[in-house]
C-alpha cells in the first residue's frame, strides 16, 4: 500500500508566498518521480511543476520563475516553494508519485493525494 499526502495550502494574499509538502509513504522500493498538478473551479487539472529522481525538472508556462520543485529522495518527499502569488493560483493542489516500485515489485503507474487547496485573495 502506497499513500500520497500534501500539506502546506492556506489563503494567502496576492504577491505572498506559500510552501506546499507532499510525503509519499507506505511500500515503496523506487520511483520515477514526483509532480503538483492544480485543478481550478470547473478546469481541467493541468501539471505545475514536476521532478524526478534525478533531479531534473519541469514546469507549466504560468508558473515558470515564480514557483520552484525540490525533493528529497530519502524521505520520498516533493516541495512547491510558490512566491509571487496570484489569483490565478487559487486551486486545489494535487500530489503525485509516478511509476512507483512496491516492495513486493509491483508498479504502480500514478499514486494520487487528497488535495491541498490554496486560495489567493485579498
Known amino acids: 500500500q502506497v499513500q500520497v499526502v500534501e500539506s502546506g495550502g492556506g489563503l494567502v494574499q496576492p504577491g505572498g508566498s506559500l510552501r506546499l509538502s507532499c510525503e509519499a509513504s507506505?511500500?515503496?522500493?523506487?520511483?520515477?518521480?514526483m509532480a503538483w498538478y492544480r485543478q481550478a473551479p470547473g478546469k481541467e487539472r493541468k501539471l505545475v511543476a514536476g521532478?524526478?529522481?534525478?533531479?531534473?525538472?519541469v514546469y507549466g508556462d504560468s508558473v515558470k520563475g515564480r514557483f520552484t520543485v525540490s525533493g528529497d529522495n530519502a524521505k520520498n518527499m516533493v516541495f512547491l516553494q510558490m512566491n509571487n502569488l496570484k489569483p490565478e493560483d487559487t486551486a486545489v493542489y494535487y500530489c503525485?508519485?509516478?511509476?512507483?516500485?512496491?516492495?513486493?515489485?509491483?508498479?504502480?503507474?500514478?499514486?494520487w493525494g487528497q488535495g491541498t487547496l490554496v486560495t489567493v485573495s485579498s
Open positions: 503525485n508519485a509516478n511509476r512507483v516500485i512496491t516492495t513486493l515489485g509491483h508498479e504502480l503507474i500514478e499514486v
Open positions: 507506505g511500500s515503496i522500493s523506487s520511483m520515477n518521480g
Open positions: 521532478i524526478t529522481s534525478g533531479g531534473s525538472t
